[in-house]
């Protein structure tokens, strides 16, 4: 049986920090303050939006809600996030993605200041995360993945990864954060050959893909450790979600496993409270 590498623990490890550093923050007189902008009201964004409601009160960070109606129109809303932008009292913002598609989504992106972007919606966050630059916050779900690594020891210099999915929120930048910790990535996606053997060969998995249970038991191998990113409709058991690893084929065979749910999910967002923070204490230096 699998050692399940539960989010839980990591988060609250987390969290200890977190609070000591905001009650430092706030002993200078500073409050450290995400800004959450959604437009229109879609479930996934609510659910989302309460994680990290309740995560921050958790650790007295102060967060805004930016709340645009579903038909805003470009130009108010470049203005709005513009303003959010400016405001001295923000130290990040988190805004929901996809916006609703008569808005030019790359385009309101630049208008997110790099030393907000906590979340990694700008191609300069994004170059600083391929070019090694810690003063960039890479997106949140790979460095929960990072952190989920390190909090359970696990050893990644030289060590082979398969990381399955390219997209510039997960399986890029987590195979660049990887990198630095000298790890030999292979990065998979939909058009990588024989792609179970390519996973069967890594120590260690990282499941990005979207699609549930894809990685079965020909994936792995003894050993190994899995980290599953997904977080899909549970084709078997309505109303529940599951992630991009088949678990009950998987877990009995591989040394370590993130479970879906409870497992990357529940760090991210901590990751984003700590990714605030930290632009709280940089705008503050
Ligand atoms: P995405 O943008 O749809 O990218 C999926 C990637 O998987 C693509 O690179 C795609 O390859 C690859 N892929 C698709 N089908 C494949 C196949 N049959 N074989 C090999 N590769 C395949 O998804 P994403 O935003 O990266 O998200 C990935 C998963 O993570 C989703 O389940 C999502 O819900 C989850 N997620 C979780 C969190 C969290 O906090 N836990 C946060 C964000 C996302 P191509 O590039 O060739 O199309």
Do not use: W
Not at 123 to 142: E, H, L, R
Not at 161 to 186: D, F, H, I, W, Y
Not at 263 to 283: D, I, N, P, R
Request: aromatic share 6%.
């Amino acid at each position: 049986m699998a050692e399940q590498l539960k989010g839980k623990a990591v988060a609250t490890a987390m969290k200890e920090d977190l609070v000591q550093r905001v009650e430092g923050m706030k002993a200078k007189g500073i409050t450290p303050k995400l800004g959450i902008v959604r437009v229109g009201a879609r479930p996934d964004d609510l659910f989302y939006e309460g994680g990290i409601k309740k995560t921050a009160e958790g650790i007295g960070l102060d967060y805004q809600i930016f709340e645009y109606p579903e038909d805003v129109t470009q130009a108010d809303f470049e203005k709005a996030i513009q303003d959010v932008g400016a405001d001295k009292a923000i130290n990040g913002i988190l805004m929901f993605s996809p916006l609703p598609k008569h808005l030019d989504e790359k385009k309101i992106r630049t208008f997110i200041p790099v030393e907000k972007d906590v979340d990694c919606m700008t191609i300069g966050s994004a170059g600083k995360v391929f070019a090694d630059d810690q003063t960039g916050f890479p997106p949140c779900t790979p460095t929960a993945c990072m952190d989920i690594l390190k909090f359970y020891d696990v050893p990644l210099k030289g060590k082979k990864v398969a990381v399955v999915g390219r997209s510039l929120v997960v399986g890029k930048p987590v195979a660049m954060l990887l990198m630095r910790e000298n790890a030999t990535v292979t990065i998979c996606h939909s058009r990588t050959e024989n792609l179970p053997a390519v996973c069967a060969e890594a120590d260690i998995v990282v499941a990005a893909i979207g699609r549930a249970k894809m990685i079965t038991a020909e994936y792995v191998k003894a050993g190994q450790i899995v980290i599953d990113v997904g977080i899909n409709a549970d084709p078997d058991r309505p109303g529940k979600y599951c992630g991009d690893v088949d678990f009950a084929s998987v877990e009995p065979i591989v040394d370590k496993i993130t479970p879906v749910p409870g497992g990357v999910g529940s760090v991210t967002t901590m990751v984003l409270c700590k990714h605030t923070l930290k632009a709280c204490e940089m705008q503050n230096a």
